[in-house]
């Protein structure tokens, strides 16, 4: 079959289109890890709408839910305003999520986008606290405006604001000198050294794998004492679950196993269940400290993303998921470690945890090749990290398992193409 026609998108669209630019087609139907294309052309989807698409495309459990809502004439946008679906989001929310972890959130819906939950969670530290930095870390994503582009660790995306991103201050992130070096304490001596002009920060905001930045995974540990060390210095700590959180890493939220209780977390991509857009941010009650309408936006009302995230939440009413979710990160562990041990000349790194690994490659262009190769045989999966060195995997974790297997084929094929 051949591919359909760019014409439309190459001409009319802005030159700052990106992903479009490796996947040469035009997509019309999809159905949990599938896509196909206006020719009929199949592919396996590893790329889940970059974490927004966790429970597959039309998904059909959700999609009942969505048409149900909308033949009933539910309201469907509706600012800041008490609806059903609102309230059938947030009490589902508390009783899956929030009380099962013994966790006491107030819940913000902070605009439709994780930037959105990202920018809220700046500003209200800053205002809590009364300080004006932000201490981030290196390789850190965590969106494009412009608050939220100050704490993203990208020269690229950075020089795009046109403008000084100031009131941040940048870390290295756990593992960035290597195993041997504890980040956390040389980030103490900084802030205890008068001397080492860092000042007090209101907050640190990290990822606990960061996906843009490259499939680092922070440890345990590492989150543990960077909490008490912010707990020590009344720092407060968000951690941006926009792309790891709603199970990409096995468990709803990514820092669950850890004990960790942040407090502000930001959720978006995967919340709104369908692909649909949303977000939320997380404060600790006493971090309320909002005045009415002191941040607002017109999208923070989508009834049909609250619909489709109550019913998207009922997957985690109890453990089978989970153990799904961990059966099908292990063989895609396996695959990946067949992978790297068959081509030791690639020098592939293996990286990520659950449904978010990958491939880090120590030549330049390897990566993108691999996904190049990928596509042409019916794969989509994108690149990570500062110099797109890593191959990244992360399809729905709704993945059928004969098709999880069979895209792993695919990539180990084009790995195999790659070597020679
Ligand atoms: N934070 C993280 C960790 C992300 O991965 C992303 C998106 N890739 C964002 C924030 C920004 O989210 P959005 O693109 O929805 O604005």
């Not at 196909?36 to 966790?54: E, H, S």
């Not at 941040?168 to 205890?192: A, H, I, R």
């Not at 709803?252 to 959720?267: A, N, R």
């Not at 990290?385 to 992360?394: H, N, Y």
Request: hydrophobic residues 40%; contains cysteine.
């Amino acid at each position: 079959l051949e591919k359909p026609s760019m014409h439309v998108f190459e001409e009319m669209e802005s030159e700052v289109r990106s992903y479009c630019r490796s996947f040469t087609t035009v997509f019309d139907k999809a159905k949990n890890a599938r896509l196909w294309d206006k020719n009929g052309n199949a592919y396996i989807d590893f790329f889940a709408g970059a974490g927004a698409l966790n429970y597959g495309h039309n998904n059909e459990r959700i999609r009942g839910k969505l048409l149900d809502y909308m033949l009933k004439d539910g309201v469907t946008h509706s600012l800041d305003m008490a609806t059903g679906a609102k309230e059938r989001f947030l009490t589902r929310f508390n009783d899956v999520i929030l009380k099962p972890r013994g966790l006491s959130y107030k819940v913000m819906f902070p605009g439709p986008t994780g930037t959105n939950a990202v920018e809220s969670a700046l500003k209200i530290a800053r205002k809590v606290t009364g300080r004006s930095t932000v201490i981030c870390f290196t390789n850190a994503f965590h969106g494009m405006s412009l608050g939220s582009l100050a704490v993203t660790g990208n020269s690229f995306k950075r020089k795009g604001a046109g403008v000084e991103l100031s009131h941040s201050v940048f870390m290295p992130y756990d593992g960035y000198f290597g195993p041997d070096v504890d980040t956390v304490k040389y980030m103490e001596k900084l802030l205890d050294d008068p001397g080492s002009g860092v000042d007090l920060p209101a907050a640190v905001i990290l990822e606990t794998v960061q996906g843009e930045g490259g499939l680092n995974a922070a440890s345990p540990a590492w989150l543990k004492s960077m909490e008490a060390l912010c707990r020590s210095k009344g720092i407060l700590l968000i951690v941006d679950d926009v792309q790891m959180g709603c199970g990409r890493t096995g468990s709803f939220f990514s820092f669950d196993d850890t004990g960790l209780e942040p407090d502000i977390v930001c959720l978006s991509k995967s919340i709104g269940g369908y692909g649909l857009p949303m977000a939320l941010t997380l404060l600790k009650p006493d971090i309320d400290q909002w005045s009415p309408g002191e941040h607002n936006g017109t999208f923070r009302g989508n009834n049909l993303a609250f619909v489709a995230a109550a019913e998207a939440l009922q997957y985690w009413a109890n453990d089978e998921f989970r153990k799904a979710i961990e059966l099908k990160s292990r063989t895609v562990r396996a695959a990946l470690e067949r992978m790297a041990a068959r081509h030791p000349e690639l020098q592939g790194e293996i990286r990520g945890r659950g449904m978010i690994q990958g491939i880090a490659f120590a030549e330049d262009g390897l990566a993108e090749r691999l996904c190049q190769a990928a596509f042409d045989k019916g794969l989509i999966m994108e690149t990570s990290g500062p110099r797109s060195e890593v191959a990244k995997l992360m399809p729905p974790l709704t993945i059928e398992d004969g098709l999880l297997e069979q895209g792993l084929q695919i990539m180990a094929e084009a790995m195999k193409e790659l070597a020679e």
